[in-house]
């Protein structure tokens, strides 16, 4: 009943910008902690950068060119992500923890969305 939708993947260039977006819908209550993680080919999935109420948490390699913000009132997480380098090319999760209507606490994940960052 609960599910996120990622969008805004793609290749780009180096030194290039692309803004990743994930959307929750469905039976709702509340969203507490909302996140980004990546996982490039052959490797383990690694955070990026989680935002809840008011706070904020990056990857140190990714401070300074990489920003997470939400829209509460869509249910949508955000990744700014500036400056790019071909070893930010993996594809792209979002997550959040999520009560839904029947106050059932879940932590729930997005499909995925690939970003590939080459000249």
């Known amino acids: 009943q609960v599910q996120l939708v990622e969008s805004g993947g793609g290749l780009v260039q180096p030194g290039g910008s692309l803004r990743l977006s994930c959307a929750a819908s469905?039976?709702?209550?509340?969203?507490?902690?909302m996140g980004w993680y990546r996982q490039a080919p052959g490797l383990q999935r690694e955070l990026v950068a989680t935002?809840?109420?008011?706070?904020?948490n990056y990857a140190d390699s990714l401070k300074g060119r990489f920003t997470i913000s939400r829209d509460n009132a869509k249910n949508t997480v955000y990744l700014q992500m500036n400056s790019l380098k071909p070893e930010d090319t993996a594809v792209y999760y979002c997550?959040?923890?999520?009560?839904?209507?029947?106050?059932?606490?879940?932590?729930?994940w997005g499909q995925g969305t690939q970003v590939t960052v080459s000249s």
């Open positions: 935002i809840s109420d008011g706070s904020t």
């Open positions: 997550n959040a923890g999520i009560y839904d209507t029947e106050l059932r606490w879940a932590v729930y």
């Open positions: 469905g039976s709702i209550l509340r969203i507490n902690d």
